[in-house]
């Protein structure tokens, strides 16, 4: 008895672990999405146009678009 509890819970917890690993954890994707790199900002000339995430400001982009991470459109961002 003992032993086919522990495999019935061995089993549920790898079934379970299966169906979570499968999930969607990156996030909202879009092929056209405005390539995302680590821009210095700090070396922008004044003036310069860039967009950023409102809720991931690591999401930095030279083009409009939406956030990979959060499906949020990009707020335009000018350099002082």
């Known amino acids: 008895m003992k032993k086919s509890i522990i495999l019935t819970a061995t089993i549920m917890s790898l079934i379970l672990g299966a169906c979570n690993s499968s ?11 405005p390539q995302t790199f680590s821009l210095d900002t700090i070396k922008l000339k004044s003036g310069v146009t860039f967009y950023e995430c409102p809720m991931n400001p690591e999401v930095i982009s030279d083009k409009p678009g939406q956030c990979p991470k959060c499906g949020m459109d990009l707020s335009e961002m000018k350099k002082h």
């Open 23 to 33: 999930s969607n954890k990156g996030g909202p994707t879009d092929k056209n999405a």
